[in-house]
């Protein structure tokens, strides 16, 4: 194998393991001489709890690789035992700050193929991971640059058999990758080009493979979409996730789903200082108005793929506004956001969600 692996544990999520795909790839695995040995207890969060798992089986295994399998949860925790494979510390001594990634054994991470089988976090070319800590009910991010993967294969026949609101769920979190980083004060000119350019194909394509899942062409281009927003997210991201992580991680919401419910507040949040931009943006999509029109075909749109007006609506029953709020503030993607995040500001944001 082109990463070095001889001896493979392919992971993926408890939906995808009895799937057909799923199976096939066993089989080639299999046929080549590399087993078919799978992990799948993956929740749709993944969790401390599932990384110990997943790290007792692929330790005891003896496996020197992983075959990431599946969408953002599956390639998450994929990445995240491969970066643990070798290490003596624990887990949270890595996570997104400063430079508490230099406190790991580069030679203890282990090589990831990734193979995405939904088009949404583009997990498959970044080199971080999203874990909730179990106890604390927070998502954190877990970086290092060797956790990205050795091999990507994105093959768009692999996402046909998504349902339709997994496929309005993962394409609007593509596209809430590109929104952001475009949003983002930071400068990275590249970054803001691949942004603009992945909203388009969000825009362009996402309604044909929602309406016609076999669209191979609309699934192609939604897959290189996802690539491109977490390609393009390097520039930074904002509120949209620094609300999504938390509410994701208390109440079991679906992340690109959720993404898409806080981004017509967020736009509003932000909008003295992302109107400029937006301006430009909206002609190049073919939206009319402006910053103002982009709002309102983003409420549009939205509506085309029966996503939920609100949090509560979605599923947030008796949140503890206060303990979300917090957790927002201290979520690594407050820092992209163009307009400073404070408690005052954030609380009345997320009540304006529910």
């Known amino acids: 194998m082109a990463a070095g692996i001889t001896k493979p544990l392919l992971i993926t999520d408890r939906g995808l393991a009895e799937m057909e795909i799923t199976k096939r790839t066993l089989d080639i695995l299999d046929a080549e001489g590399f087993g078919r040995n799978?992990?799948?207890?993956?929740?749709?969060?993944?969790?401390?709890?599932?990384?110990?798992?997943?790290?007792?089986?692929?330790?005891?295994?003896?496996?020197?690789?992983?075959?990431?399998?599946?969408?953002?949860?599956?390639?998450?925790?994929?990445?995240?035992?491969?970066?643990?494979?070798?290490?003596?510390?624990p887990l949270w001594d890595f996570e997104d700050v400063g430079d508490w990634w230099t406190r790991a054994d580069p030679a203890g991470i282990h090589p990831i193929v990734a193979v995405p089988t939904t088009a949404g976090t583009g997990s498959e070319v970044g080199r971080a991971s999203i874990i909730t800590n179990s106890e604390q009910h927070e998502k954190k991010i877990i970086f290092h640059p060797k956790m990205l993967p050795a091999v990507v294969i994105c093959d768009p026949e692999l996402t046909v058999g998504m349902p339709q609101f997994i496929t309005a769920g993962t394409g609007l979190d593509a596209f809430a990758h590109c929104v952001e980083a475009y949003s983002s004060p930071h400068y990275h000119p590249m970054s803001q080009g691949i942004a603009l350019e992945g909203m388009k194909l969000v825009i362009d394509n996402l309604p044909r493979a929602y309406a016609d899942g076999t669209d191979i062409d609309a699934r192609a281009n939604l897959m290189s979409a996802a690539a491109m927003g977490a390609t393009a997210f390097q520039k930074g991201l904002g509120a949209i996730h620094a609300i999504s992580h938390p509410v994701g991680a208390v109440h079991h919401t679906h992340h690109g789903t959720t993404n898409a419910v806080c981004m017509p507040e967020v736009l509003k949040f932000n909008s003295a200082a992302i109107r400029d931009r937006f301006d430009l943006a909206a002609g190049y999509l073919g939206i009319e108005g402006g910053f103002d029109g982009f709002c309102a075909f983003v409420d549009t749109f939205n509506d085309s793929f029966a996503i939920p007006k609100t949090l509560t609506a979605l599923g947030v029953e008796n949140p503890d506004i206060d303990a979300l709020v917090a957790s927002a503030l201290n979520d690594p993607s407050t820092g992209g956001n163009p307009v400073e995040m404070t408690r005052e500001n954030t609380t009345a944001l997320l009540k304006s969600l529910l």
């Open 38 to 89: 799978m992990f799948a207890r993956v929740d749709p969060n993944p969790t401390d709890q599932n990384v110990n798992d997943g790290l007792s089986v692929y330790r005891s295994g003896g496996f020197d690789g992983v075959i990431a399998f599946g969408g953002g949860s599956g390639l998450d925790l994929a990445k995240t035992i491969a970066f643990m494979a070798g290490q003596t510390r």
